[in-house]
């Protein structure tokens, strides 16, 4: 069944909501915020969800007017973007991860891809990468493709938050972000999404990306753990065509078989017994 609208500007609502979820990134978040107030596009707002910061988060955005701020417990990036998207008024959720910056054209470029394209319900821009204050050429692996492309998103993410938009109600319909993964929840959500529909690109670098600092949850270590319990999800779902399930089950296998090997080396071998396993038990 189709889901096509018509996106609709009124005067009185937005049409884009702004979600940046941000925990303790006092010393970078006025940048994020500000590169969104900046954008050329103005039938937005701007949802900033504190989730449980103990810094001065909370006393930078009481500097600002006209923004909506959410302050909620602990409870991880998913549960705060998902929290955002309910206080959201917009048709279309723009994500802006609280460390990450936008240029101010992002918004209107991706506005205008959805009015010429209403049958689309989410696409990106490409994005340049800042790490430790360098800029970074992305190898070949990493390069952005446009439509479906589930098997290459199966190695590795291949889709930023902070470059995405799409229609709230498919966000709604694809079941938001995985609240019970701390870590690899945006590479579980396009898993989800790409299985079944496209995620076009716009060729244009309107996000910049930084990285190489100590708080960034791409950094941390195992984190093919939660990888490996998305592709497990998705396989079980059943929405998977056969020559899905068999790259997905192909990567699976892979990606327990790295990481069992990395536990046995570091001594966990109760841990490597398990992904050995439950490698055997999907093949």
């Known amino acids: 069944m189709s889901h096509t609208k018509t996106l609709v500007e009124a005067a009185d609502e937005p049409l884009v909501s702004v979600i940046i979820p941000t925990y303790n990134r006092g010393w970078i978040l006025r940048e994020a915020v500000e590169s969104v107030l900046a954008q050329d596009y103005g039938a937005l707002e701007l949802i900033v969800v504190n989730d449980g910061s103990t810094d001065d988060t909370a006393v930078i955005l009481e500097t600002y007017e006209g923004i909506v701020v959410v302050h909620q417990a602990r409870r991880g990036v998913s549960a705060a973007r998902n929290r955002g998207v309910e206080r959201a008024r917009g048709q279309l959720i723009a994500f802006l991860d609280s460390d990450d910056l936008w240029l101010p054209e992002k918004l209107s470029v991706q506005t205008a891809f959805f009015r010429d394209h209403p049958e689309t319900e989410v696409c990106q821009t490409q994005e340049t990468w800042i790490r430790n204050g360098r800029r970074v050429n992305a190898g070949k692996r990493h390069q952005k493709p446009s439509g479906m492309f589930f098997a290459r998103s199966l190695e590795l993410c291949l889709v930023s938050p902070s470059a995405v938009m799409l229609k709230k109600g498919f966000f709604r319909r694809m079941g938001g972000f995985d609240e019970g993964l701390p870590a690899c929840e945006d590479y579980d959500l396009w898993l989800r999404i790409n299985a079944r529909h496209p995620i076009h690109l ?48 192909r990567v699976l296998a892979q990606k327990c078989r790295v990481y069992a090997d990395g536990c046995r080396k570091r001594g966990r071998l109760e841990e490597a017994a398990h992904y050995r396993d439950l490698a055997v038990s999907y093949s």
């Open 202 to 249: 716009i060729d244009r670098p309107l996000v910049v990306k930084r990285g190489g600092h100590a708080d960034q949850l791409s950094a941390e270590r195992g984190l093919d753990k939660y990888r490996i319990a998305s592709i497990c999800k998705i396989v079980d779902s059943g929405i998977l065509d056969a020559e899905q399930k068999t790259a997905a089950l």
